[in-house]
């Protein structure tokens, strides 16, 4: 069976000011939301984790993701945070993890959603409904977001994160297939650690999880 891949990024808002004429105070508004943290100029720094089958652990794999916000770009009226993503350390060509190189992928924010340039909701950060992601002759991938948040530690830090987790079910949807993903997003910051796993398999294969980050 296919595994399930989730591929990152994240982002920031500026906020408004309105002037009253007759009192000549600037009144400053709420902020627009920022979750995605969706800022030119924000860098993240990724490390790949890899489960060692044979001591049941999570080990470091040396394959380093610098993702970096590099500009903006208009795309059918729409303005998209342009993400540079860098790939260190997998010289084996490890499938499950990036490959060495460059990539850039196109992110904008849209009531509370994360899309890319093709449409796709990448996550959502209010809607609690489960989504269909992607249809295979195997089964059907999903998508859905937890209520509760939840607080998870990485090298980076220590951070309050919603939860989505990604399934996949039979063609039927009467069976949910083993492998359960967790994609972990913080507000203002974005994308703090996610798992790679085969939906046959009750562990993830690898973790993507946050080093370090520098935001403007």
Same mark, same amino acid.
Not at 125 to 152: F, M
């Given at each position: 069976?296919?595994?399930?891949?989730?591929?990152?990024?994240?982002?920031?808002?500026?906020?408004s000011?309105?002037?009253?004429?007759?009192?000549?105070q600037?009144?400053?508004?709420?902020?627009?939301?920022?979750?995605?943290?969706?800022?030119?100029?924000?860098?993240?720094?990724? *490390?790949?984790?890899?489960?060692?089958?044979?001591?049941?652990e999570?080990?470091?794999?040396?394959?380093v993701?610098?993702?970096?916000?590099?500009?903006?770009?208009?795309?059918?009226?729409?303005?998209?945070?342009?993400?540079?993503?860098?790939?260190?350390?997998?010289?084996?060509?490890?499938?499950?993890?990036?490959?060495?190189?460059?990539?850039?992928?196109?992110?904008?924010?849209?009531?509370g959603?994360?899309?890319?340039?093709?449409?796709?909701?990448?996550?959502?950060?209010?809607n609690?409904?489960?989504?269909?992601?992607?249809?295979?002759?195997?089964?059907?991938?999903y998508?859905k977001? *937890?209520e509760?948040?939840?607080?998870?530690?990485?090298?980076?830090?220590?951070?309050?994160?919603?939860?989505?987790?990604?399934?996949? *079910?039979?063609?039927?949807?009467?069976?949910?297939?083993?492998?359960?993903?967790?994609?972990?997003?913080?507000?203002?910051?974005?994308?703090?650690?996610?798992?790679?796993s085969?939906v046959?398999?009750?562990?993830?294969?690898?973790?993507?999880?946050?080093?370090?980050?520098?935001?403007?």
């Amino acid at each position: 069976m296919k595994r399930i891949i989730f591929s990152l990024c994240i982002v920031a808002f500026l906020f408004s000011c309105a002037s009253d004429d007759n009192t000549q105070q600037a009144t400053q508004q709420p902020p627009v939301s920022n979750f995605y943290a969706l800022t030119v100029g924000n860098t993240w720094v990724y *490390k790949s984790f890899e489960y060692n089958s044979n001591t049941m652990e999570y080990e470091d794999s040396g394959i380093v993701d610098t993702v970096t916000i590099i500009d903006t770009e208009m795309l059918n009226g729409e303005t998209y945070f342009k993400f540079k993503t860098v790939t260190t350390g997998n010289d084996s060509q490890n499938p499950h993890f990036n490959q060495n190189g460059e990539q850039f992928s196109l992110y904008r924010e849209t009531e509370g959603d994360l899309v890319n340039d093709t449409g796709d909701t990448v996550y959502t950060n209010n809607n609690y409904q489960e989504r269909l992601v992607a249809t295979n002759t195997w089964g059907n991938i999903y998508d859905k977001l *937890k209520e509760n948040t939840t607080t998870i530690t990485v090298n980076a830090g220590v951070f309050t994160c919603l939860d989505m987790e990604r399934y996949a *079910k039979s063609p039927d949807n009467s069976e949910v297939f083993p492998g359960l993903d967790h994609i972990y997003y913080s507000d203002g910051i974005g994308l703090i650690s996610e798992s790679i796993s085969f939906v046959s398999q009750n562990y993830p294969i690898g973790i993507r999880q946050l080093e370090s980050y520098n935001l403007q």
